[in-house]
């Protein structure tokens, strides 16, 4: 498996609880962060090496980057994997999907790339690349079929995660203890902020 960044570790250790439900004897290594080390899997890189995004921050880290799929290209080709699964990362995982495919290796892409919105000819290359798209949005596999890829839909493992309704008055509860414990930290309650936690230090920036 490879997670190349914080959304992608969330989401691969989810999907590592699926999966060892059904195969409690799983082996999962390869590239990943705490999310996904958290349910047994062995990191050979964390996932943080892959973090990155625009041009400038992507030069910056290219041979690096590139060195490290050249050793996993190598890697796995040498003790080949039952099956490979790339989450998300399509710029990473899909040159990595079309040679482990071309060399037998089952390959499974999970989070499609938006190529119902941009970049629409990318399809091609992930017709070369996956085995099987496992897509996070119910119109996605319709798409694929129109191309000949096989892809299904699996929904958001983070949906099952997530209250429908959010626990506000539990949130102010504990921000109005906050408040009682700290003053100087939280003067007015019912100012609410909100944190994004962003999916790479660029974004965070």
Known sequence: ????????DVLAGLLLDGLRARWPALVAEGIGGPRMAERGFQAWWPHDKLAVRGYV??????????????????????????????VDAPDFNLDLEVKLRAAGVKTVHFVSPSIWAWRGKRVEKIKKAADLVLCIFPFEPEIYAKHGVNAVYVGHPIASE???????????????????????AAADVQLMTAFLAASTRGIAR
């Not at 921050?57 to 050793?71: A, C, K, S, T």
């Open 1 to 8: 498996m490879v997670a190349g960044e914080a959304s992608g």
């Open 57 to 86: 921050e992507v030069l910056g880290h290219f041979r690096e980057i590139l060195g490290i799929r050249n050793q996993l290209t190598e890697r796995l080709m040498k003790d080949k994997p039952d099956a490979f699964i790339g």
């Open 162 to 184: 997530i209250p429908v309704e959010p626990p506000r008055a539990e949130a102010r509860a504990r921000i109005a203890a906050l408040a009682e414990s700290q003053p100087e």
